[in-house]
């Protein structure tokens, strides 16, 4: 549920400025500037847990790890409290992978099977994943 946040289908707008940002990685002095272990910090300017209900369940990220390779690669993990109207709470880490490019900026986190693709950015000590109105910050 909250991994789809994460991972969702690059719009056509967005495709539109990676075409001109010229896509792809410019290099691997580029892309080892994404390299590293980041934790999450935030999820739309919220520090963690960040909470959010989903039919009626209550949903908290409580934790986040990106970690990039130099060669493109990258990890995921999440870890959730779920707790469902009534019942208890269930604690999951859930891990996906793909590859990332880099170009001008811009970087696309490219999810294994059908998971989708997610546009980031370089901020002050980390990467910023955008999605429609929602933003996770991972800090180094």
């Known amino acids: 549920m909250m991994r789809s946040i994460i991972r969702a289908a690059v719009s056509a707008g967005a495709l539109v400025v990676l075409s001109a940002c010229g896509g792809g990685d410019a290099g691997t002095g ?10 999450l910090s935030t999820v739309n300017g919220q520090s963690l847990p960040f909470t959010e209900s989903s039919s009626g369940a ?10 990039a390779q130099s060669d493109g690669t990258f990890s995921e993990t999440l870890t959730r409290a779920t707790t469902p ?4 709470t269930t604690t999951q880490s859930t891990t996906s992978s793909g590859t990332f490019t880099v170009g001008n900026q811009v970087i696309v986190f490219t999810y294994g099977g ?21 933003a996770f910050e991972y800090k180094k």
């Open 85 to 88: 109207p009534g019942g208890a």
């Open 114 to 134: 059908s998971a989708g693709t997610a546009l980031g950015s370089l901020i002050s000590n980390g990467i910023s994943i955008q999605n429609g109105a929602n």
């Open 30 to 39: 580029v892309r080892a500037s994404v390299t590293g272990t980041y934790q």
């Open 58 to 67: 209550v949903v908290k990220i409580t934790a986040g790890q990106l970690v």
